[in-house]
């Protein structure tokens, strides 16, 4: 019992410094509502453009983007929290040393895709692709189809030129489920 | 959900983090892996702490939070009212204790006497 009382002040002394309340003012703490507001910890915003995310459903279920421009409190057409993401539609192949540089060349290639995505069907992760991709995926190159093939045409060049430096390997491997 | 103090379930509970909203999240013992972890993961990324309530199940969440219902997860939203239940909550969970998690909106003493313990019944 004494440990277990022991370990119970620990808990409330680690939660109030995760809450930022000093353990004083536990059980008299009074503060106005604009106070409680400020206090405590804030949640950090995690779905920011470049992080690398996991599309969860539809046609793109299972693939790995990353979010490009995020509409937190949505628009007047999408009335949710949605995201813009680009993602890879066919990931590179495996290139082996036995491969010439053209066979290499075809093996290196990514497909991409532009969307807008809800924040549900979404899996966020720790990754981060910081590719910089705001010029080329604009607010307006998903209105027609050939605005919205030159923007993937154009991160595919930029998935591309990154997957050839070897960084973020991770973003362009298959996930294997 | 915006306005209110906590609130109880998974959904909401993804919901909250996805609003950017929640200072603490508490997930019952049974809660499935799968779902645990999943919540785990968004709350590091997010920097919220998770406790792991010590009743039983999900059962014993959802009666000290005073509902009727299996509670699985839940999270708390603006702590400064339920700053006092929250620590009643999980500190009477370390010592074994089933509490009430108290009516939040209420404006009543935020320590309520503890239920009879359902174990010695």
Request: proline share 5%; charged share 30%.
């Amino acid at each position: 019992m004494g440990l277990k009382s022991e370990r119970s002040v620990f808990l409330i002394f680690k939660i109030s410094k995760l809450l930022c309340y000093s353990p004083e003012t536990l059980t008299t703490h009074t503060s106005t509502e604009g106070e409680r507001e400020s206090e405590g910890a804030k949640m950090v915003k995690f779905l920011k453009p470049n992080k690398a995310v996991i599309v969860l459903q539809g046609r793109y279920a299972g693939r790995k983007a990353v979010i490009v421009r995020s509409f937190d409190d949505g628009t007047r057409d999408r009335p949710y929290g949605h995201c813009l993401v680009a993602g890879i539609k066919k990931y590179p192949s495996k290139v082996i040393r036995k491969d010439s540089t053209k066979k290499a060349a075809r093996k290196s290639r990514v497909k991409c895709f532009v969307k807008l995505v809800n924040y549900r069907h979404l899996m966020p992760t720790r990754y981060t692709l910081d590719v910089d991709l705001k010029d080329v995926v604009s607010g307006d190159c998903l209105q027609s189809k050939d605005k919205k093939v030159s923007a993937a045409r154009e991160t595919k060049k930029r998935f591309e030129e990154r997957f050839k430096t070897g960084k973020n390997k991770w973003f362009f491997t298959k996930l294997r489920f | 959900m915006e306005s209110g103090k906590y609130t109880l379930g998974y959904k909401t509970v993804l919901k909250s983090f996805r609003n950017w909203k929640g200072k603490l999240i508490i997930i019952a013992k049974c809660c499935p892996p799968h779902r645990k972890s999943e919540i785990e993961c968004y709350s590091m990324l997010a920097k919220v702490g998770v406790h792991h309530y010590n009743g039983n199940n999900n059962v014993d969440l959802g009666t000290s939070s005073g509902k009727y219902f299996r509670v699985c997860c839940l999270i708390i939203i603006h702590p400064a009212t339920a700053f006092g239940t929250v620590l009643h909550v999980i500190s009477t969970s370390v010592l074994g204790i089933t509490p009430i998690l108290h009516d939040i909106n209420g404006t009543r003493d935020p320590r309520p006497e503890p239920l009879p313990d359902p174990y010695t019944y």
